[in-house]
């Protein structure tokens, strides 16, 4: 077996393992800690000695006696490490249930911030380390770590049990794991900072842990609807950099480089989850991706259908990011001024103000307006607002375009 394979195996075993061991022991910060270090002792083993026969087992059982080595390394909890002796598992005896819904539900806690929601969800459920997390956050990893140890620490102080919660609040704790997952696509598809547009390790896990809930609530069409945004959008990735790594936008894009498999996959799951009752936010903008996805030439993208769903949307998730791609649609139908109106009435939202995407777009308008120093302006703003290189590299080669280089205080 290959390393990419182990990898792989590891990152699936990894949330049924640590379920296991929770539901058992309770205990979540010592059990995740004991999982992380025989996840570590595979990746060293495996590779050098061969896959075991029952890998669950395996991890299983190495992450136990983890935890019985932390806890007996502590005396003054002597008498949880007699009961968790008293209780070890063998691999025989591991249940045969998947915890993994239990675990993402734990991880995205109410009393988490979302920082902190996501930084343990992609430890405990999606398996990474502390180390590539924080690589992918650009962040130091002394960070990451204390954000994880208060992370457990608060889920541990808030009482929190190892079980599914019901009716409304169970509703609204899967509202926040697609959120998360939704923040990790997000981040993964364009990254808030950094030389690279793309964060590709962050956009894939995002879609493997989406699928993973999706198996797990193959009815539940906010899930389906998130997952077919993920694939979507994600089927344009390789259209939308140059060799270069510079970005190129949607109506540039060669779109037979858009990866037809991805979209088959989101057609069918946006159709399914449009079927559902009460739409909600996920299905309504996989809806939007979908009409984007099916126009084969930008002249031919439905425009009018777009505007009519963000319109939808804006009445039952309103926020001013779709408020600006609302904009952008409308300008599409009846002209620059038309989005330059919406836009305008961002400017008073503070989230928005100086947002370089409310910039952007807005330079984008003026120029097709033919307010070329206003579009200078605006695209000199967008630039200087947003951490993101390669989007920097955009914005700078777009205000150049229209009057030139640009001065050396740039």
């Known amino acids: ?42 990746t060293v083993q495996w590779p050098a000695e061969g896959v075991p026969d029952n890998p669950r087992g395996w991890l299983t059982t190495v992450a136990s006696r983890r935890l019985i080595d932390q806890v007996r390394s502590d005396s003054a909890r ?14 025989e005896e591991i249940p045969d249930t998947d915890d993994t819904l239990v675990l993402l539900f734990l991880c995205c806690h109410p009393t988490l911030t979302a920082a902190s929601q ?13 180390a590539e997390i924080a690589r992918a956050f650009l962040v130091p990893e002394a960070t990451l770590a204390a954000r994880i140890s208060r992370a457990k620490q608060r889920i541990k102080n808030a009482g929190s049990t190892f079980e599914l919660p019901g009716g409304a609040e169970r509703e609204e704790r ?16 364009t990254a808030s900072s950094g030389a690279e547009l793309d964060r590709v390790d962050l956009a894939t896990e995002a879609i493997r842990l989406t699928r993973m809930v999706h198996a797990q609530l193959p009815d539940d069409g906010e899930v389906a609807g998130l997952l077919a945004l993920m694939l979507l959008t994600h089927s344009r990735r390789e259209a939308r950099t140059t060799a270069d790594g510079d970005l190129v936008p949607l109506d540039e894009q060669d779109r037979t480089k858009w ?56 009445r039952i998730a309103p926020n001013p990011m779709v408020t600006l791609n609302r904009a952008v649609a409308l300008a599409e139908i009846e002209g620059p001024q038309a989005g330059l109106a919406v836009l305008a ?18 330079a984008h308008l003026l120029e097709i307006a033919g ?15 947003t951490a993101s290189i390669a989007e920097q590299r955009y914005l700078e080669s777009r205000a150049r375009a229209l009057r030139g280089p640009l001065p050396t205080d740039f």
């Open 78 to 91: 002597r008498e949880r490490e007699e009961q968790v002796w008293a209780s070890e598992v063998t691999p």
């Open 345 to 362: 009435t961002l400017d008073a939202d503070e989230r928005m103000a100086k947002h370089h995407r409310l910039l952007s777009v807005r």
């Open 174 to 189: 899967l509202q926040a794991v697609l959120h998360v997952l939704y923040l990790i696509f997000n981040e993964g598809y």
């Open 371 to 385: 307010d070329t120093e206003g579009a200078y302006e605006n695209y000199r703003l967008a630039a200087k607002a």
């Open 1 to 42: 077996m290959t390393a990419p394979v182990t990898e792989d195996l590891l990152r699936d075993l990894t949330p049924q393992v640590l379920g296991a061991l929770v539901r058992r022991y309770g205990r979540f910060e010592g059990c995740e800690d004991a999982v992380q270090e025989a996840v570590l002792a595979a």
């Open 118 to 130: 996501i930084a343990l969800t992609l430890r405990a459920v999606g398996g990474l380390t502390t």
């Open 259 to 314: 990866d037809a498999e991805l979209i088959a996959e989101g057609l069918e799951l946006t159709k399914a989850s449009l079927a559902g009752p009460e739409l909600g936010p996920y299905r309504l903008q996989a809806a939007i991706a979908a009409t984007h996805a099916v126009a084969t030439d930008p002249a031919d993208t439905d425009w009018r259908q777009i505007h009519a769903l963000y319109l939808v949307l804006e």
